[in-house]
């Protein structure tokens, strides 16, 4: 779903990179948010949002399933479309990452037994990059400064289309680093030729002795 005009004052839900989503393990602590029941029985606790930590219970090839166990917070009717996030470790100065996106209940229990199954962000990320793209190409999308699937801040937490002045300074640092071990200079010295002239007149004096 792309917005008609771009929300520029919400903090973006980063996505895992290739290597990032690696670390996605069974037992993995996460956050999961959402609209929907509190309750199996009770359709009437649905439409106010509320989050909570709760555990990665199983990974599969494109789902994964948070909070298989009673007491776990978990997702029911309402939380569809929903995210799940899970803290990664990398060099960005952030860490949530969206791994999941609420899908469909466990089992044939509705969500009273093992809560619900999301759809695993990182198997989409391809799908997910080529849409974005495509709708920067043909006018769908609202904000288009990053055109694929937006990376996220460095270290220093400057997004991908902004310029960080710390690598500026860095580069300029490299620069003339690399002008000051440089090799030759480009102009002769006005003492070469002295020095020259000098060796060749004391090995005239030896070969005269």
Known sequence: MFLAEPLLDAELGYLPTPSEAEQLKE???VAIVGWGQRSQTDPYSAGKKYGGY?????????EL???ANANDVRKCHGDSGGPTFMDVVSDSSAAPRVIGVTSHAYDLTDCASKGGVDTRVDFFLDWIDATMRAGCEDGTRSWCEWEGIVPPPDADGYEAWEENPNDLLAQDDADSSEEKSGGCNSAPSPFSGLFVAFALLCTRRRDRA
């Open 27 to 29: 037992g993995n602590k």
């Open 54 to 62: 709760s555990v990665l219970s199983e990974l599969g090839q494109y």
């Open 65 to 67: 399933q948070v909070g």
